[in-house]
Structure formats: structure tokens, C-alpha cells
Nanobody, 123 residues
Framework: QVQLVESGGGLVQAGGSLRLSCVAS????????MGWFRQAPGKERVFVAG????????TYADSVKGRFTISRDNAKNTVYLQMNSLKPEDTAVYYC????????????????WGQGTQVTVSS
């Protein structure tokens, strides 16, 4: 059982940056694989980035490689998503999620989800 709360979303111009944070509460946060997903209006929720429980393994969607960086600070029970060079197509509600098992891009493997934070990128 874990609770997740995202923050850091907002409105930015294309080319700008945002850093999203996800604060977790619950038992053994450091043992959870964490992921970021996003859902644009009228579209399905898709994988953005994931990080292993030790932080040594990461994976990214092709659409964000080279622009987004996922990291975690287990001492602070927090996962971050640094988003640079933002594009209008990055506009979406961003969700963090926790997985008790291995790193995966499959949303169905993540049992715990935050409420989401809106990111809007203007042209």
C-alpha cells in the first residue's frame, strides 16, 4: 500500500522546462519501481519514464528521450521528472505510479497511482 501525490505542473511556453515531483507515503518506498505516465485529451494513458527501486535502471518513451530525465531520492520518498525542451505535444495530465515488481512500461503492472498534475505547453 502506497499513496502518491504529484506536483509541479503548470503552463509553460514551448522550449521551456518543468520539474514534476511525486511524494510517496507508505511502507518500503525504496523498494518500489516508479513510473511516470501521461494522458492527453482524447487519448489513452501512455508510458513516459520509469526507474528501478535502486535508481540504477531507467527507461524512456522514444518521444521524450533526450529531453526528460527521471530520478528518485529514496531518503525523501520522492520521484522527479525533469522535463526540458517542452513541446505542445507534451501537453497532458502526468501521473506517477508505483510498481512492487520489476521495471515495466505496462500501465497494468502499476498498482498505485497519483491524482495527476496538468502540464500545458503553449506554442
Amino acid at each position: 500500500q502506497v499513496q502518491l501525490v504529484e506536483s509541479g505542473g503548470g503552463l509553460v511556453q514551448a522550449g521551456g522546462s518543468l520539474r514534476l515531483s511525486c511524494v510517496a507515503s507508505g511502507r518500503t518506498f525504496s523498494r518500489y519501481t516508479m513510473g511516470w505516465f501521461r494522458q492527453a485529451p482524447g487519448k489513452e494513458r501512455v508510458f513516459v519514464a520509469g526507474i528501478s527501486w535502486r535508481g540504477g535502471g531507467t527507461t524512456y518513451a522514444d518521444s521524450v528521450k533526450g529531453r526528460f530525465t527521471i530520478s528518485r531520492d529514496n531518503a525523501k520518498n520522492t520521484v522527479y521528472l525533469q522535463m526540458n525542451s517542452l513541446k505542445p505535444e507534451d501537453t497532458a495530465v502526468y501521473y506517477c505510479a508505483a510498481n512492487e515488481l520489476a521495471l515495466t512500461i505496462m500501465s497494468r503492472s502499476y498498482d498505485y497511482w497519483g491524482q495527476g498534475t496538468q502540464v500545458t505547453v503553449s506554442s
